[in-house]
């Protein structure tokens, strides 16, 4: 049996765009190997950097959220993202846990 | 996205109906599928592939397209019998883990909607609430009153109707005793042995918050061995 999981992003995003802030949405649309998030985990971003919701165990949330920043900035409607495996300089950027995800961007306008 | 196709989304998730979000990775277009409905036009030629990825409920990119399917299935229906101490900590378990749930109590000072704000709650004995309620295989029955006069029948439409999931509160002696009373009913052991009574998984623990979580704990493990 599926529980449908559903961590209720879009409903936070949807009081977002309420309050007049531009949102960015970022959903996990694949990944590889052993990632922290399946397929369909969501997170938002809004133009002063706050987020919720995950797309990793804490591990690419940060540059996620910079890339967001770049493209509303930008004003590009969308953007593809991916993350590998990681090296010792798992503070940085990248997977400690091995995997590699791709993230897709997308402004909620 | 556009802010048109939050608003839809959202509407289609409170009202329970089954659907996906098909995005383009290409060109950032998305819109929603339901199965039986006509398709956008700009995902017309990836139609059957949709469809088949709709039926299968994964979510994922379809091979060899730009096509990005996710899957919104209905919620899990948890019935929760007496609207006690333990439920109220109970709703909001369930809540965030987006299962549907109702309460179900003939006691109207139990089953307040002060107490239980945003939840559906049927005043109404079991067997009349039954015939407001929809069950099948997917719904799960706690049952929290531990009165026989209440609990009894809600057990015996759950087994009935084989639900996946149910539970009774109670000691070990309640438990027996309830046995008993089903087997005076006309259920079989094997029946009886579906219901996990005492209900939840030993976390030691006997405050209401507590037992909430174990109770939880025990559903969600039953959903994925099912």
């Not at chain 1, 996990?28 to 995950?54: A, C, E, H, L, Y």
């Not at chain 2, 709703?91 to 549907?100: G, Q, R």
């Not at chain 2, 295989?137 to 209440?150: C, F, M, S, V």
Request: aromatic share 8%.
């Amino acid at each position: 049996m599926k529980n449908s999981f559903d961590e209720k992003i879009l409903d936070e995003a949807k009081d977002w765009l309420a309050a007049k802030q531009n949102v960015v949405l970022a959903t996990v649309i694949q990944t590889w190997g052993s990632s922290p998030r399946p397929v369909g985990s969501r997170m938002i971003i809004n133009g002063k950097g706050d987020f919720s919701g995950s797309v990793s165990g804490g591990c690419v949330e940060t540059t996620v959220v910079r890339e967001c920043l770049g493209l509303l900035k930008e004003k590009k409607p969308f953007k593809k993202i991916e993350f590998k495996v990681s090296n010792e300089s798992a503070w940085e950027v990248g997977l400690a846990c091995g995997g590699e995800i791709a993230i897709f961007l997308e402004q909620i306008n | 996205m556009k802010k048109q196709l939050l608003k839809e989304i959202i509407e289609k998730k409170e009202k329970k109906i089954e659907f996906s979000i098909i995005t383009n990775l290409e060109n950032g277009e998305s819109c929603v599928f339901e199965k039986g409905k006509s398709i956008n036009k700009n995902f017309e030629e990836h139609k059957e592939k949709i469809i088949s990825q709709f039926d299968k409920k994964k979510n994922g990119i379809i091979e060899g397209t730009n096509i990005f399917v996710e899957t919104y299935i209905r919620p899990i229906k948890v019935i929760i019998v007496g609207a006690v101490h333990i439920a109220q900590y109970l709703v909001n378990f369930a809540k965030s883990l987006n299962f549907e749930i109702s309460i179900i109590d003939p006691r109207g000072y139990f089953a307040s909607k002060q107490r239980f704000p945003d939840i559906k709650i049927v005043n109404k004995w079991p067997m009349e609430a039954f015939n407001e309620i929809k069950t099948d295989q997917n719904t799960a029955l706690i049952a929290l009153t531990h009165d026989p006069k209440i609990d009894d029948p809600a057990l015996q439409h759950a087994l009935k109707n084989k639900f996946f999931y149910i539970g009774a509160l109670g000691s070990k002696k309640t438990h027996t005793n309830r046995c008993a009373r089903l087997e005076e009913s006309g259920f079989n052991d094997e029946q009886i042995n579906k219901i996990f009574g005492p209900i939840g998984i030993k976390l030691g623990g006997r405050s209401a918050p507590e037992i909430a979580l174990s109770i939880i704990a025990q559903l969600v493990s039953e959903v994925y061995k099912k």
